[in-house]
C-alpha cells in the first residue's frame, strides 16, 4: 500500500526575543570599564545613595538589588535605611546632607514614600546633578523641551530607548504607540521618543477604542500595568513590543503561587510582533543598567568636568 505524503508543515511565525538581561549584562561590564578607569585615573570612584523609608518587602527587594549592582561594577553605595515614620523634614535633611557629600554623585529615593510624607517636596529636594532617577522636575521639564537636555534620563524609559538601539530598530518617523500615561514610565518614554523624532499617541484609561490605535503602531511600548491587557490581534505584524508591565497572577505550579506577567499577552504576541520582550528579564534588567550608566555620569560630570 502506498503511503501518502506527509501533510505540508505550516511554518509557525516566531518574534526575535529582545533579551534585556544580556543586553544589560553588556552596559554593566561598559560602566564597570569606565568606574576603573575613572578610578586609575582620578583615585576616585562614583558614589550612589539609596534612602529607603519603612520595610516594605517589594521596595526592600529592589534596593538590594540596586546596592548589588553597584558592588558589581565598583560604585560605591551608601545606604540609608529610615524607619517608616521619620518625619518629612527629616527626610528632607538626609536628602540635604547626601547633597553636600561630595562623594556622592546619585541620589535615589525609593518609592513610594510613607503616606504622611509628600513625594513631590522630597524628591524636588535632591540637587539637580544628582538626581539619577531623572524624576527632578526641571530634569522632566528640560525633557518635554525642544533643544534642552536633561543631565539625567529617567532610568526605564532610558532602558526602553536603549533596548531598541541595542537591537537595531530605529525610532525615526516610526508609528510609536505607548500605553499608560504615568510619571515614572508613560509620560517620560514619550516625551524620549519624540525627541528620537518618533510619531508618538498616547493611549490611556480614558481612551476609546485602545485596540484600533495600537494596531497601527510600528513599536509598542505597554506600561499600564494590566495583566495580558494587550492580545496578539492588537498587534501589527511585524511591530516591536516592549513590555513594561509586571503584574503577578496566582499560579498554583509556583512555588511562589504566582507568577510575572507582562501588560502584554507573551504567547499570543510572540506569533504576530516582529520582536518583543520577555517579562521577567526584558525591561526590569535595564532599569538598574541605566541607573549605573546615571550615577557614572553624574560622578564624570563632577571629577572630570
Wanted: proline content about 6%; hydrophobic content about 40%; charged content about 25%.
Amino acid at each position: 500500500m502506498a503511503s501518502s505524503a506527509p501533510e505540508p508543515m505550516l511554518k509557525v511565525h516566531k518574534a526575535a526575543i529582545i533579551d534585556g538581561k544580556a543586553i544589560a549584562q553588556i552596559i554593566r561590564s561598559e560602566v564597570a570599564y569606565e568606574v576603573r578607569t575613572l578610578s586609575q585615573k582620578f583615585g576616585k570612584v562614583p558614589g550612589l545613595a539609596v534612602v529607603i523609608v519603612g520595610n516594605r518587602k517589594d521596595s526592600q527587594s529592589y534596593v538590594s538589588m540596586k546596592r548589588k549592582a553597584c558592588a558589581e561594577v565598583g560604585i560605591k553605595s551608601f545606604d540609608v535605611d529610615l524607619p517608616e515614620q521619620v518625619s518629612e523634614d527629616e527626610l528632607i535633611n538626609k536628602v540635604h546632607e547626601l547633597n553636600s557629600n561630595p562623594d556622592v554623585h546619585g541620589i535615589l529615593v525609593q518609592l513610594p514614600l510613607s503616606k504622611h510624607i509628600n513625594e513631590e517636596r522630597v524628591l524636588s529636594e535632591i540637587s539637580i546633578e544628582k538626581d539619577v532617577d531623572g524624576f527632578h522636575p526641571l530634569n522632566i521639564g528640560k525633557l518635554a523641551m525642544k533643544g534642552r537636555d536633561p543631565l539625567f534620563q529617567p532610568c526605564t524609559p532610558k532602558g526602553c530607548l536603549e533596548l531598541l538601539k541595542r537591537s537595531g530598530i530605529s525610532v525615526k518617523g516610526k508609528k510609536v504607540v505607548v500605553v499608560g500615561r504615568s510619571n515614572i514610565v508613560g509620560l517620560p518614554v514619550s516625551l524620549l521618543l519624540l525627541k528620537e523624532d518618533a510619531t508618538v499617541t498616547i493611549v490611556h484609561s480614558h481612551t476609546s477604542g485602545p485596540e484600533s490605535i495600537i494596531r497601527e503602531a510600528d513599536i509598542v511600548i505597554a506600561a499600564a500595568g494590566q495583566a495580558m491587557m494587550i492580545k496578539g490581534n492588537w498587534i501589527k505584524p511585524g511591530a516591536a513590543v516592549i513590555d513594561v508591565g509586571t503584574n503577578a497572577v496566582d499560579d498554583p505550579s509556583k512555588k511562589s503561587g504566582y507568577r510575572l506577567v507582562g501588560d502584554v499577552d507573551f504567547k499570543e504576541a510572540s506569533k504576530v510582533a516582529g520582536w518583543i520582550t520577555p517579562v521577567p528579564g526584558g525591561v526590569g534588567p535595564m532599569t538598574v543598567a541605566m541607573l549605573l550608566r546615571n550615577t557614572l555620569d553624574g560622578a564624570k560630570r563632577a571629577i572630570h568636568p
